[in-house]
Structures are given as structure tokens and as C-alpha cells.
């Protein structure tokens, strides 16, 4: 499962088109998950009664699911916490279910940079296994990830 991405699409592209994966997208409808240059659409969870359950099934298969946490439609259920950049949002559910069948967790990130884009990946890890653990760990990636932006806008 990975988590954010401001340019996701390409990284999206990059298993799609260049690795010849098939991705899963989690996205607001079907209508938002067109990813320009991959030659096809990639396979679209949407919000539905049955979310999580189609979502258990792409994580028992090892699928990779790109999902933004933080642009979850349920910010009533999240955590916010506070970033250089503003207040941020994220909802666990995706990230219960990862931890509950031991999936890999990354923070992935794209911004342009001197012209060219920069891509990080990360693993965002929980020693203890525990969804606490696994949360905190991503509020640590995403505020230093938003305070490397905030920090470098001055100079691109």
C-alpha cells in the first residue's frame, strides 16, 4: 500500500507503462483515474459499501495499491496533525487493514525540482506491528517530507 503523492500519476505510470504491473488506484470515481501515458487504465477501487473488502483483496494478493490518505473523503474519522504547510488529515482504515495483513507500507512523494522530477520512496515501518506505531511513523515522513518542500520553495 502507498501513501500520498503530489505528481502520483507518475509513479503510477512507472509501474503501469514501464514496469508492466498492474497497480491498483484508489480514486473518487473512475472518471479520475486516467493516467496519462500508461497505454491503459489501471485497475480503480472507488468509495463504495464494499471498499474495504475489494481493498483486502488486492493486499492478500500482494498487489501494489496507490492510495493518498490524506485526501480521504471521511476526515471526521482521521488524525490531524500539523505540517509546516498546514493541518493534515488521514484516516486509517486502509492503514488498519494493511497492518492486519502484515502488507508493506510506503510513503511515496513526487515534486519537480530544478527542472526535473524528484521521486522518494519510502518504507514506513512499525517495529511493533501495531497501527499506532505504523501512524506515527507516516506523520513523521509526511511533516518532514512537507517541511523539505516548504523549506526548498524559496530556491527552485
Known sequence: LT??????????RYFVADRGLAPTMVAV????SFVAGAGRRPDVLVPSPSFLVQLRSRLRERKV???MV???P???RGLTFSTPRGPVTITDSMLRLAVRLDAPVLFTTCHA????????????????GKLDDLT???VVAMTAD???VAGARGRW
Open 3 to 12: 501513501v500520498h503523492g503530489l505528481l502520483s500519476n507518475l509513479l503510477i
Open 29 to 32: 470515481s473512475d472518471q479520475t
Open 65 to 67: 495499491v496507490f492510495a
Open 70 to 72: 490524506d485526501r480521504s
Open 74 to 76: 471521511d476526515d471526521r
Open 113 to 128: 525540482h530544478g527542472g526535473k522530477v524528484v521521486l522518494r520512496i519510502e518504507e514506513v515501518a512499525s517495529r511493533s
Open 136 to 138: 506515527n511513523a507516516l
Open 146 to 148: 512537507r517541511s523539505r
